[in-house]
């Protein structure tokens, strides 16, 4: 893999939701080592729901670009314990997948077993993540936590290292996430039902005449 390249490519995906909603706005972008934004797109995938990872191949695929290196995810339990299959995005688009979070957690099978009783595939999918590794970023001297798929934890260290430049996020998952932020804070307010937020009740109803 050849990260030192200036067009070496990663795709990073955020996410934004609100837990009324029924539906979160994923971003995409494409962000080239050398600092370059080379791509923007977007999707969605359900709040509560198991259908994440089939949002992510959704919108790789239709990007179709064949010049993406490595997949990074600003985590992959998203939008309220829908769980990315990273084996399976691996598997399915042919790049190396990097899943970061940032804070320290004893897990969060309590947490499914307690929202979504009697769940068995949400709990299968989330042990099937495995263990998180801690990985020190040199440039920024941060720690996050890591899961790699098709690469090596080295692989994955120095692809952060040459993407992160202040704190503890990468540049692709902080820009992902401020355009995120930002299409869903549009939605909310210009179309909330494409997000699945109901109009609030106010009371009045129109007579009939």
Not at 17 to 28: E, P
Not at 50 to 67: C, E, F, P, Q, V
Not at 95 to 105: D, G, R, T
Request: proline share 4%.
């Amino acid at each position: 893999m050849l990260i030192s390249k200036p067009a070496f490519r990663v795709l990073g995906i955020s996410e934004c939701f609100r837990k009324r909603a029924k539906k979160s706005v994923l971003a995409a972008i494409v962000y080239r080592r050398d600092g370059y934004l080379d791509g923007v797109y977007f999707t969605f995938t359900s709040i509560g729901g198991m259908d994440a990872t089939d949002s992510i191949l959704g919108l790789y695929k239709s990007m179709n670009r064949k010049d993406i290196n490595v997949i990074m995810l600003n985590g992959c339990i998203i939008s309220w314990f829908n769980i990315v299959d990273l084996k399976r995005l691996n598997k399915e688009t042919g790049l190396p997948v990097i899943c970061v979070s940032y804070e320290e957690s004893k897990g969060i099978e309590k947490y499914i077993r307690e929202y979504f009783p009697g769940d068995t595939q949400r709990i299968k999918a989330y042990r099937e993540l495995g263990q998180r590794q801690l990985v020190y970023v040199r440039p920024t001297r941060s720690y996050v936590y890591v899961r790699a798929e098709g690469l090596s934890l080295e692989e994955a260290r120095q692809i952060l290292d040459a993407t992160t430049k202040t704190g503890k996020v990468p540049e692709p998952l902080r820009i992902s996430q401020m355009i995120a932020r930002a299409v869903h804070t549009f939605l909310e307010a210009a179309d909330p039902l494409l997000l699945g937020i109901q109009p609030p009740d106010t009371g009045m109803h129109e007579k009939n005449i």
